[in-house]
Structures are given as structure tokens and as C-alpha cells.
């Protein structure tokens, strides 16, 4: 059964630093593709970054490029969302998704974790 568990959710200040983790079970992860979601309240779902499972080629979406990155560890069937510099505007429910390539649309990935909540609040 394929299942993703994201985790390192939490409150921070705005300037700090977290780390998402997204731990794959069911499958693995070396031939999938891993892209991380995000939905702030009112908002629809948007893609902040994506990692294949070709060549490991990273994607970014504009807003979070130079502050977020993101890495996988096929030994440890997990990938990371290292979140610097985060802004108020980065609070959202963030969202680890599989499929087989990267994409931008939420609807192009099957497998969905359940979401870990990230505040950033003075």
C-alpha cells in the first residue's frame, strides 16, 4: 500500500528555517517522482517544488526559488523541503505527492500524504 507521511511542520518566525520531511512506504521511491504542494486558508492548492526520479532534477516555483530546497534519499525512502528565509505568506498546509514525473497540476499525482501545517508568525 502506498503511503506518504509528511513530518517538520510547525510555527516559526518569519527569517527562520524548517525542514519537511516526506517518508515513502509501499513502494520505492528511487523510481517516482516527488513533488511538494502547499494550501493556505481560501487559497487553491499550489506546487512549490518537485524532484524527478529520472536525473533528480529539482523544480521550483518562483516564489520560494533561492530559499527552498529540495533533496531526496532513496536509502531512506524519503524526501526534504528545506524551507530558509520563510515569510508569513509561506503559512500553509504543505503536501508531499507521488507519480511517475513532475508536474506542476495537483490532479497529475495519485498517492497524497495527509499534510503538515506550517506557521510562520512573530
Known amino acids: 500500500q502506498v503511503q506518504l507521511v509528511e513530518s517538520g511542520g510547525g510555527l516559526v518566525q518569519p527569517g527562520g528555517s524548517l525542514r519537511l520531511s516526506c517518508a515513502a512506504s509501499g513502494f520505492t521511491l528511487d523510481y517516482y517522482a516527488i513533488g511538494w504542494f502547499r494550501q493556505a486558508p481560501g487559497k487553491e492548492r499550489e506546487g512549490v517544488s518537485c524532484?524527478?526520479?529520472?536525473?533528480?532534477?529539482?523544480y521550483y516555483a518562483d516564489s520560494v526559488k533561492g530559499r527552498f530546497t529540495i533533496s531526496r534519499d532513496n536509502a531512506k525512502n524519503t524526501v526534504y523541503l528545506q524551507m530558509n528565509s520563510l515569510k508569513p505568506e509561506d503559512t500553509a498546509v504543505y503536501y508531499c505527492?507521488?507519480?511517475?514525473?513532475?508536474?506542476?497540476?495537483?490532479?497529475?499525482?495519485?498517492?497524497w500524504g495527509q499534510g503538515t501545517q506550517v506557521t510562520v508568525s512573530s
Open positions: 524532484i524527478s526520479s529520472s536525473d533528480g532534477s529539482t
Open positions: 505527492a507521488t507519480d511517475r514525473g513532475c508536474s506542476w497540476y495537483d490532479v497529475d499525482f495519485g498517492s
